[in-house]
T-cell receptor, first 114, second 116 residues
Framework: NAGVTQTPKFQVLKTGQSMTLQCAQD?????MSWYRQDPGMGLRLIHY???????DQGEVPNGYNVSRSTTEDFPLRLLSAAPSQTSVYFC?????????????FGQGTRLTVV | AQKITQTQPGMFVQEKEAVTLDCTYD???????LFWYKQPSSGEMIFLIY????DQQNATEGRYSLNFQKARKSANLVISASQLGDSAMYFC?????????????WGAGTKLIIKP
């Protein structure tokens, strides 16, 4: 059981480049989300999805796009990378958004924008 | 205002001692949940324990227990008989309703180092 799979694990981008962080889960979870983790701060929600075809913005959505065409996949797109987007990115999934359902996390993607 | 506050940026604890990691929260949602996650140096996020706002008993999971004081809006994690492998970052998170969906709000974390 793979759980939540994120790729790539590491990435270096030049300012202005675009890229897609991939996230896939095999647990048939409805709720998926993307966070960024910066030093000295907790995780901050970028975008989330409550099911295929439904996405919404979180706390820090600017500069990022998402789509959810299937239950399994929830890619995060950086449209034009900026140094401020240097961070560790986590994808997470859970059975639903409420209740005691724990979030399962991918291994994280360490992104550096130069 | 901070929704989740972890006041201890770092802690050193002697192996085999118990340790309490502090977490206070602020919410007007009556149906919230509180989570603790561990992040070792390898980077993954590991779920430890959950407490619902309506749960009467404090949650326990093996060596982990949650000291839930609802009136004080406090949800401290207690690790009994600490081990070297407990050295990690620990995050408190609160699930609250925002709009029509629940979201997880995270504290800044506490770095715990267990000394042999």
């Amino acid at each position: 059981n793979a759980g939540v799979t994120q790729t790539p694990k590491f990435q270096v981008l030049k300012t202005g480049q675009s890229m897609t962080l991939q996230c896939a889960q095999d647990m048939n979870h409805e709720y998926m989300s993307w966070y960024r983790q910066d030093p000295g701060m907790g995780l901050r929600l970028i975008h989330y999805s409550v099911g295929a075809g439904i996405t919404d913005q979180g706390e820090v959505p600017n500069g990022y796009n998402v789509s959810r065409s299937t239950t399994e996949d929830f890619p995060l797109r950086l449209l034009s990378a900026a140094p401020s987007q240097t961070s560790v990115y986590f994808c997470a999934s859970s059975l639903s958004s409420g209740g005691n359902t724990e979030a399962f996390f991918g291994q994280g993607t360490r992104l550096t924008v130069v | 205002a901070q929704k989740i506050t972890q006041t201890q940026p770092g802690m050193f604890v002697q192996e085999k001692e118990a340790v309490t990691l502090d977490c206070t929260y602020d919410t007007s949602d009556p149906s919230y949940g509180l989570f603790w996650y561990k992040q070792p140096s390898s980077g993954e996020m590991i779920f430890l324990i959950y407490q619902g706002s309506y749960d009467q008993q404090n949650a326990t999971e093996g060596r982990y227990s949650l000291n839930f004081q609802k009136a004080r809006k406090s949800a401290n994690l207690v690790i009994s008989a600490s081990q070297l492998g407990d050295s990690a970052m620990y995050f408190c998170a609160m699930r609250e309703l925002r709009g029509s969906n629940y979201q997880l709000i995270w504290g800044a974390g506490t770095k715990l180092i267990i000394k042999p």
